[in-house]
């Protein structure tokens, strides 16, 4: 009896924790003049079409995104707040990936679903090395490239939407589920 008082606000605690969510992460579009100042002026975009910046949210941290087409291919550029690179990368297709990558990156996801349907691959290059924006635009397979999935896939009977990482040798590095697309303007 004398207990009872505190197990219950034991588990009453414990209970309030595990509802407990993070802050998911948001993309939205802004304008050119909301952008920061960027740290390379000497970006490669003389000939490139359809720029647009984008702002994303995290609960820990924002970034900017610069996305473009150049010569066919879908680029995209992240910077943080000072405008120095975070990552590039481009989208890829199937046949564009390495076949042991590829194999490695599909028998994942026999494995934990029962169906998948891919949605895009990114190809992304880590912004910390010097000749990150060659290395993006000549299309080089580095062992220190990533590979970011996003694809519709089903566990039990509902499909979700997952984003998945992987690493040059098809390797999952991080997995976490996406958040369906945002029609908040869209008005009934």
């Known amino acids: 009896m004398k207990y009872n008082h505190l197990i219950s606000l034991l588990l009453l605690t414990l209970s309030l924790n595990c509802f407990s969510q993070t802050k998911p992460e948001r993309e939205h579009r802004i304008k050119k003049s909301q952008f920061p100042s960027l740290e390379f002026e000497a970006l490669p975009l003389e000939d490139a079409k359809k720029l647009r910046y984008y702002k994303e949210v995290d609960s820990s941290k924002t970034t900017y995104t610069l996305k473009f087409r150049k010569r066919k291919m879908h680029y995209h550029i992240d910077f ?7 990552k590039t990368g481009f989208s890829v297709s199937e046949v564009d990936i390495p076949t042991d990558t590829y194999a490695n990156i599909n ?6 679903f029962k169906q998948t349907k891919i949605k895009y691959i990114q190809q992304c290059y ?4 010097d000749d990150v924006l060659k ?3 000549q299309n080089l397979i ?9 694809f519709r896939g089903k566990k039990s009977d509902e499909r979700e939407d997952f984003i998945a990482i ?7 590095i991080k997995i976490a589920m996406a958040l369906p697309a945002n029609y908040d303007r869209v008005l009934y």
């Not at 580095?142 to 996003?150: E, F, G, I, S």
């Open 126 to 129: 880590p912004g910390t090395s």
């Open 107 to 112: 028998s994942f996801l026999r494995e934990n």
């Open 142 to 150: 580095l062992p220190h490239n990533t590979y970011k999935l996003m």
């Open 135 to 137: 290395n993006t635009f």
């Open 80 to 86: 943080n707040e000072k405008g120095t690179i975070q």
């Open 166 to 172: 992987f690493d040059a040798e098809g390797n999952l």
